[in-house]
T-cell receptor, first 114, second 114 residues
Framework: GAGVSQTPSNKVTEKGKYVELRCDPISGHTALYWYRQSLGQGPEFLIY????????DSGLPNDRFFAVRPEGSVSTLKIQRTERGDSAVYLCASSPTGPQDGYTFGSGTRLTVV | GNSVTQMEGPVTLSEEAFLTINCTYT??????LFWYVQYPGEGLQLLLKATKADDKGSNKGFEATYRKETTSFHLEKGSVQVSDSAVYFC?????????????FGKGTRLHILP
């Protein structure tokens, strides 16, 4: 596609529920990144895929967070047993090869846990 | 570990004023440096980048020079416009040290008054 697409744009869920956030990167971009941005803060790294594999998942805060990219294109970030502290904007970005080229970001999914 | 520190905002200037937003970094290797911008209601966009010492990145009248001796990458613009009002993020990546992600500063909010 022309840009990085993230769905849904907004998600409100109850504490304890499971959510999935989807990212559709730019066609042909092999590198895909997930970040989380809280109000007034910079994006915080979560996980990075190169192709289908997670090359670096050191930013995932705990085992309630998991992400997949089974065919090397679309990625899904999955959050189990959501907590109010998970409320943030979740950003996805893609790049042709890696960070040195800079990223193209999606518009994000605003997750609110009530 | 690698990190980025940028001046806290908000920064408020009048139109046509000179802008500097300070950014310093800590890195173990030879990072690539970036400035990203987030306009109101929009996603993060790459503004400019520099990949080695003494490189100058430039775009839309903004400039930043990679200063290895002072570990800095300050953002400057000679004459700001109301349309420059946004949040600016300094960032780095360090792929030569196998750090395949971009690390962001906390952001500096810029308000330009007409």
């Amino acid at each position: 596609g022309a840009g990085v697409s993230q769905t849904p744009s907004n998600k409100v869920t109850e504490k304890g529920k499971y959510v999935e956030l989807r990212c559709d990167p730019i066609s042909g971009h092999t590198a895909l990144y997930w970040y989380r941005q809280s109000l007034g803060q910079g994006p915080e790294f979560l996980i990075y895929f190169q192709g289908t594999g997670a090359a670096d998942d050191s930013g995932l805060p705990n085992d309630r967070f998991f992400a997949v990219r089974p065919e090397g294109s679309v990625s899904t970030l999955k959050i189990q047993r959501t907590e109010r502290g998970d409320s943030a904007v979740y950003l996805c970005a893609s790049s042709p090869t890696g960070p040195q080229d800079g990223y193209t970001f999606g518009s994000g999914t605003r997750l609110t846990v009530v | 570990g690698n990190s980025v520190t940028q001046m806290e905002g908000p920064v408020t200037l009048s139109e046509e004023a000179f802008l500097t937003i300070n950014c310093t970094y800590t890195a173990t290797g030879y990072p690539s440096l970036f400035w990203y911008v987030q306009y109101p209601g929009e996603g993060l966009q790459l503004l400019l980048k520099a990949t080695k010492a003494d490189d100058k990145g430039s775009n839309k009248g903004f400039e930043a020079t990679y200063r290895k001796e002072t570990t800095s990458f300050h953002l400057e613009k000679g004459s700001v416009q109301v349309s420059d009002s946004a949040v600016y993020f300094c960032a780095l990546s360090d792929p030569m040290n196998r750090d395949d992600k971009i690390i962001f500063g906390k952001g500096t909010r810029l308000h330009i008054l007409p």
